[in-house]
């Protein structure tokens, strides 16, 4: 009977398995600025025990703008994506802190992104990332979480340049 719950409280207080809608912003290296509105669905019935933390896992989509300043004017390209995403919470996914990593696909979906220091040369480019965060305010329901993003297509067609933007996130679960 306790054991049973344990299962059930921990399922009321881990937002890790409740859909949340984030709002992002994301700076690249080289002045590239990146906008995003996404959606997290938790992958309800899976988890892992991993060392004294709980890993679980949800589906991240997204679309995002990403603007950069191309022969004088600010160059604009809709990116849309998903990745499965990996979260580890320490004290069997009680803590509100936690880490996480993905690794997904994006599309450009009016054109290819250039900029003055970069081109891609596909649409189609692998999402990855790994992020440290914390949950807070009325059941864990908010989180801010800071992000090293790096978007390209793994050598498939050159060139290849990649972007990396570090990415401040707020979700919030319901």
């Known amino acids: 009977m306790l054991g049973a719950f344990g299962c059930t409280a921990f399922a009321q207080t881990a937002p890790a398995q409740q859909t949340s809608v984030y709002l992002q912003y994301g700076q690249a290296e080289q002045a590239a600025k990146?906008?995003?509105?996404?959606?997290t669905l938790p992958w309800r019935s899976w988890s892992w025990q991993l060392g004294s933390g709980l890993v679980t896992g949800h589906w991240d989509l997204w679309?995002?703008?990403?603007?950069?300043?191309?022969?004088?004017e600010d160059k604009a390209t809709w990116i849309l994506g998903a990745q499965p995403v990996l979260r580890w919470r320490p004290s069997?996914?009680?803590s509100p802190w936690f880490a996480e990593a993905g690794l997904g696909v994006s599309l450009a979906s009016n054109r290819r992104y250039i900029s003055d220091h970069t081109?891609?040369?596909t649409r189609y480019n692998f999402a990855t990332h790994?992020?440290?965060g914390y949950l807070f305010g009325e059941q864990l329901k908010n989180e801010i979480s800071l992000?090293?993003?790096?978007?390209?297509n793994a050598g498939i067609?050159?060139?290849n340049p990649g972007e990396n933007f570090l990415q401040l996130r707020y979700a919030r679960s319901f």
């Open 63 to 72: 679309v995002s703008r990403w603007s950069a300043p191309y022969q004088g």
């Open 130 to 132: 790994i992020g440290v």
């Open 157 to 159: 067609r050159q060139p």
């Open 92 to 94: 069997m996914g009680q």
């Open 147 to 152: 992000r090293l993003a790096h978007y390209s």
């Open 119 to 121: 081109t891609f040369s």
């Open 34 to 39: 990146s906008w995003t509105l996404g959606l």
